[in-house]
């Protein structure tokens, strides 16, 4: 029996949303600040009015829209930062036995190109993927029925026998509205905020990612349970 393709998100899944969240909430707003000669206050609310505007769209993961939006080089800022750019928990365990055990493992992304080329420049997870794609490439955000469609078109897949895993709901809602049957959330994307409650989020959600090994053990199960019943 086929093993199902596993998808990634990056930022909050595989790697520490901590920081983006030092990036977009702490270090930008400082620089807007500082290169527009305004209080850091005055420069939060500036910036919170815009990412409440772009929140989801394939602008708010594109550096070149904020960069030209806010005056501030967002691009380089997280080159500046670039040493706090961190795996999570059990990222390096986890997609080694994955690829020990023989799946298919794809890095499916809203980070933009030259986000992801910096992130794996440091951290550098590319050798365990087959397929890892930007949201930038596709033409839409991973939020939208028509990523996941130009998705398929580039690089086929059976979407009920994949599983994603990613920390935003929206995206697990595009995902599902495509059809992908197997979808997982983090409890902990930053380990700079709050563990989420479980009860609270609407998938089944794991932290440790080593966790995700029984789920997909009882994924393979049911399908076997399938197939001889079928
Ligand atoms: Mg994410």
Redesign the pocket.
């Known amino acids: 029996m086929n093993k199902p393709i596993i998808m990634f998100?990056?930022?909050?899944?595989l790697l520490d949303?901590a920081f983006d969240d030092l990036i977009w909430n702490h270090k930008l707003p400082e620089r807007h600040a500082k290169t527009h000669q305004i209080s850091l206050e005055q420069s939060n609310q500036i910036l919170f009015k815009f990412y409440q505007d772009h929140k989801h769209t394939l602008d708010w993961y594109s550096t070149r829209f904020w960069t030209a939006k806010v005056g501030v080089d967002t691009f380089q800022l997280q080159h500046d930062h670039k040493e706090f750019i961190k795996p999570r928990q059990g990222c390096i365990a986890l997609l080694s036995s994955l690829k020990q055990a023989g799946y298919r493992i794809w890095l499916v992304?809203?980070a933009d190109e030259r986000g992801l080329a910096l992130k794996m420049n440091q951290v550098d997870l590319s050798s365990y993927f087959e397929v890892m794609i930007s949201s930038e490439t596709i033409g839409f955000a991973k939020e939208r029925f028509e990523f996941w469609d130009q998705l398929q078109h580039m690089h086929p897949f059976e979407p009920r026998h994949c599983v994603l895993v990613?920390?935003?709901a929206v995206?697990l809602e595009g995902a599902k509205s495509f059809g992908i049957e197997h979808l997982i959330t983090?409890t902990q994307?930053s380990s700079s905020q709050p563990e989420r409650e479980r009860s609270k989020l609407q998938y089944p959600a794991i932290n440790d990612l080593r966790s995700l090994i029984p789920y997909l053990d009882q994924i393979n199960h049911e399908k076997e349970m399938n197939v001889k019943t079928a």
């Open positions: 998100d990056m930022d909050g899944t949303l992304t809203n990613d920390d935003t995206v983090i994307p």
